[in-house]
């Protein structure tokens, strides 16, 4: 099984979040591989609006029946997660 790699950008806040989650989800729908990772190792600047952009990513995997991983989440994103009560839907793979 192939995997269709994404990676966030460095900067993701509410200014861009809807056209970063649009591109992305895009990505996703279109590409053919059943398992999508998404790493945001590259993240250094980012508010709240990046969970949802992850959430976003998340929902349009699901609906097609996709299997989606997490990687490189910055501590900070991890913390933010906890915060607002996401970490379990956000779960990092190894």
Do not use: W
Request: hydrophobic share 45%; charged share 25%; glycine share 4%.
């Amino acid at each position: 099984m192939s995997t269709a790699r994404l990676i966030l950008p460095a900067d993701l806040r509410h200014g861009n979040a809807a056209a970063c989650m649009a591109a992305l989800q895009a990505q996703i729908r279109n590409s053919p591989d059943s398992e999508v990772e998404i790493e945001a190792g590259q993240l250094t600047d980012f508010d709240s609006s990046a969970l949802a952009v992850l959430l976003g990513c998340r929902r349009e995997a699901e609906s097609l029946t996709k299997t989606l991983k997490f990687k490189q989440f910055p501590a900070k994103l991890r913390e933010l997660a906890l915060l607002y009560g996401v970490s379990e839907l956000l779960v990092e793979s190894a």
